[in-house]
């Protein structure tokens, strides 16, 4: 019912930049948080950043500075800024979003993925 798509991802070079997108498709009420996690070759999932409904956020120690998520209900969209691209973020970038759906409560979804390779 719910669906998440993400956008945005490429090919850039170390130092450059990329934002990505995350479309909501689906019967929703709202989204009380969305984020992003990142997934790179042979390691786990990890948090990048996460913004609650409130617009507080979080990051991961590693991108604080250089990434910036925002949130966008009236589109139940919600993007992250990457700027200073590092080889090391390269990874497969998943939006993941808690979401309150008609007559339900809060569950979470997660997205498809979307590639992010920065060059040296």
């Known amino acids: 019912q719910v669906r998440l798509v993400e956008s945005g991802g490429g090919l850039v070079q170390a130092g450059g930049s990329l934002r990505l997108s995350c479309v909501v498709s689906?019967?929703?009420?709202?989204?009380?948080?969305m984020g992003w996690y990142r997934q790179a070759p042979g390691k786990q999932r990890e948090l990048v950043a996460r913004?609650?409904?409130?617009?507080?956020?979080d990051y991961a120690d590693s991108v604080k500075g250089r990434f910036t998520i925002s949130g966008d209900n009236a589109k139940t969209a919600w993007y992250l800024q990457m700027n200073n691209l590092k080889p090391e973020d390269t990874a497969v970038y998943y939006c993941?979003?808690?979401?309150?759906?008609?007559?339900?409560?809060?569950?979470?979804?997660w997205g498809q993925g979307t590639q992010v390779t920065v060059s040296s």
């Open positions: 993941n979003a808690d979401i309150r759906r008609l007559s339900m409560g809060v569950a979470n979804y």
């Open positions: 913004i609650t409904s409130g617009g507080s956020t």
């Open positions: 689906g019967s929703i009420v709202s989204i009380t948080a």
